[in-house]
Nanobody, 113 residues
Framework: QVQLVESGGGLVQPGGSLRLSCAAS????????VSWYRQAPGKERELVAH?????GTKYADSVKGRFTISRDNAKVYLQMNSLKPEDTAVYYC?????????WGQGTQVTVSS
């Protein structure tokens, strides 16, 4: 079983930056895929970015060029730059270990002036 804890959310003005962190109870390099998802009010949860065990990354079109996912052995990070109001959502960390997907509790990101 993997426990995930997100942190780093908050209120930021449009154009600003935030760095989210996801801490896992397992070594990040042992997890097949670690992903960041987000869910805005009234909308479905959507994939923002993921990083696989080999280091490959993938991003949603809406965040390409603005967000960067990275990791070390303890955490996965989501660096978010040039934030827009439409990035406002609860951001969740998801970890796929073998065939089981684990979720964190989420961290709120609000982009507003």
């Amino acid at each position: 079983q993997v426990q995930l804890v997100e942190s780093g959310g908050g209120l930021v003005q449009p154009g600003g930056s935030l760095r989210l962190s996801c801490a896992a109870s397992a070594n990040m390099f042992s997890i097949n895929v670690v992903s960041w998802y987000r869910q805005a009010p009234g909308k479905e949860r959507e994939l923002v970015a993921h990083i696989i065990s080999g280091g490959g990354t993938k991003y949603a079109d809406s965040v390409k060029g603005r967000f960067t996912i990275s990791r070390d052995n303890a955490k996965v990070y989501l660096q978010m730059n040039s934030l827009k109001p439409e990035d406002t959502a609860v951001y969740y960390c998801g970890a796929l270990l073998k065939t089981v997907l684990y979720w964190g509790q989420g961290t709120q990101v609000t982009v507003s002036s």
